[in-house]
């Protein structure tokens, strides 16, 4: 696993385990990506926010 790989692997076990919900949307209101927190505190279904 090279630097790059392996800063990507902490940032999205960091970004998985936090205690906040996280949802990243782009300029064009488009959900980039979110965390499993952001589904269970908000109550939506995984599968609504795929390909968003």
């Known amino acids: 696993m090279n630097d790059v ?6 940032i ?3 970004y ?3 205690p906040t919900g996280i949802m990243v ?3 064009r209101n488009i959900i980039v990506s979110h ?3 952001f589904v269970d505190i908000w109550h939506i ?3 609504l926010l795929q390909g968003s």
Do not use: G, M, P
């Open 5 to 10: 790989e392996f800063q990507n692997t902490l």
């Open 12 to 14: 999205k076990a960091i």
């Open 16 to 18: 998985e385990s936090s």
């Open 25 to 27: 949307v782009d300029e």
């Open 35 to 37: 965390n499993r927190k």
């Open 45 to 47: 279904d995984h599968e």
